[in-house]
């Protein structure tokens, strides 16, 4: 089974060539990391997946990209709707300026639901799927910028889960926490892969071995490797990508 | 010392003694009206016709006056002015058009008041036939405001990060509603601050309603939007130099600056009052 697919993917930001037939495929509840030096490329590819790249105005793409089967970039494809049914995560937690209770309510709101029940049964599984639950639920109608670095980000993943998405993209998420936030965000992306499809872009290639089941090794627009994580770390078929995990380069 | 270190107390205190003297020279200006002025300001002085050739009464329809223009110019301006900035800061896209668009309302931000004044009264006041009236008045230093409102707009969009207008994209919401509930909501106390500050500069301006709108001498209140008026700036003109009795009018000009500069202060203050508790709330809620 497939969750979602790049096929023979190139992407240009004007001239520039940023990404060279990429394929490649994320198998459901795994979690994938997208490693690889700073202008790679890897973080331009996650963001192929919910169309952001679209709000930037040379931005020219050839290839496919399914999710569920579905063609994102088709003619009649709806950009929020798209946008809706993908989660993302950013580099920097992001929450609104709002309550926490209103920040993942949010994503319901700009969809039409604001159902009582619904959108408060919402607030609290989602809440509690990104283990912030205990930590805030005295706390709904606080504004969302009293909290912690660390609980701020597992907010943004929080609101990011109420829209029940079929796939979930992470932006280097923990590169703003402190260690200990960091090692929640991955106990809890260990935790969200049992009922969802992960992407997540890292510099830190510990984090990608400790909770990637697959890794993609990207270098200069091209994807030079992708397999089990295991075998990247441990027996990687490409010099290259050996280099870059031994920190030869990079 | 090293010398390094003693260039850099000598920078510092030559800049230290500048921005003295900025606030010196704002002082004495203050100090000046309101020495020469306070003693004029009373209560019938602020509440009754003038009368005798203006040497005695008040200054009440130019306060009137002052106030019709204000609200006038910012129904017009304020929302064309948001709508516009909101437009050009959130929607276009970087090309020619956005660039051409702020290189005009730079230019027109730029263009003497007295060339609105004139444009005015050859737009409103004769070919629109609205004649010198508040509707004319109002306009013309509508005009005059509108770049500033616009300005003001975008720098306080321009001011919201973009991460947030990521985050509201990647939960599905489309443009209008990330306006809507995200980026205008931070946006907002910066903007009212703005409008306010406008507010302030639009009471004092006295070329654009020379020739559109204010009266000599009019001891009576307005009655409706094609009446003219009196008004604060323009009276004070009058006063200081085209009086009947310029020597016993003279108290009473600096009574009427008092008054201008501290309608100008009280607003001023408003404003930053209003910007630090709507950034509270903001942060709260």
Known sequence: MIQAEAKKINVWYGDFHALKEISMTFKPNTVTALIGPSGCGKSTFLRLFNRMNDLISNFRLEGLITVDGENIYSKDAKIDEIRKGIGMVFQKPNPFPKSIYENVAYGLRVNGINDRKTVDETVERSLRQAALWDEVKDDLKKSAMSISGGQQQRLCIARALAVQPRLILMDEPASALDPISTAKIEELIFELKKAYTIIIVTHNLQQAGRISDYTGFFYLGEMIEHDKTQKIFLNPGNERTQNYITGRFG | ?285
Request: glycine residues 10%.
């Open chain 2, 1 to 285: 010392m090293t010398k390094k270190r003693l260039i850099q107390k000598i920078a510092f205190i030559t800049f230290g003694f500048i921005s003295l003297l900025v606030v010196g020279i704002l002082v004495t200006i203050l100090g000046f009206i309101t020495i020469r002025g306070i003693g004029v300001v009373n209560w019938e002085f602020l509440t009754a016709m003038p009368k005798d050739g203006m040497t005695k009464g008040g200054i009440f329809p130019a306060i009137v006056g002052t106030g019709c223009l204000v609200m006038g110019s910012m129904i017009f301006a304020f929302p064309i002015g948001v709508l516009s900035g909101i437009y050009t800061n959130e929607y276009l896209k970087d090309s020619w058009l956005k660039r051409f668009i702020r290189m005009m309302t730079n230019n027109l931000a730029g263009i003497p008041s007295i060339v609105f004044g004139l444009f005015g009264m050859a737009l409103f006041v004769n070919y629109l036939k609205f004649g010198d009236s508040i509707i004319a008045g109002s306009l013309t230093l509508g005009l005059l405001t509108l770049p500033v409102v616009i300005r003001t707009t975008e720098e306080a969009l321009k001011s919201v990060e973009d991460s947030l207008r990521m985050g509201s994209y990647a939960l599905g919401a489309t443009k209008l509603q990330t306006i809507k509930r995200v980026v205008l909501p931070v946006a907002y106390p910066n903007i009212i601050t703005g409008l306010i500050l406008s507010i302030g500069r639009v009471s004092g301006e006295t070329a654009p309603i020379l020739f559109t709108v204010a009266a000599y001498f009019l001891p009576k209140l307005p009655s409706s939007l094609s009446d003219q008026v009196m008004a604060l700036p323009y009276h004070l003109y009058v006063l200081a130099t085209s009086g009947t009795n310029m020597i016993e009018t003279r108290p009473m000009a600096y009574g009427t600056a008092f008054v201008l500069v501290a309608i100008v202060l009280i607003v001023n203050t408003t404003a930053s009052l209003l910007r630090r508790f709507l950034q509270k709330k903001v942060k709260m809620d």
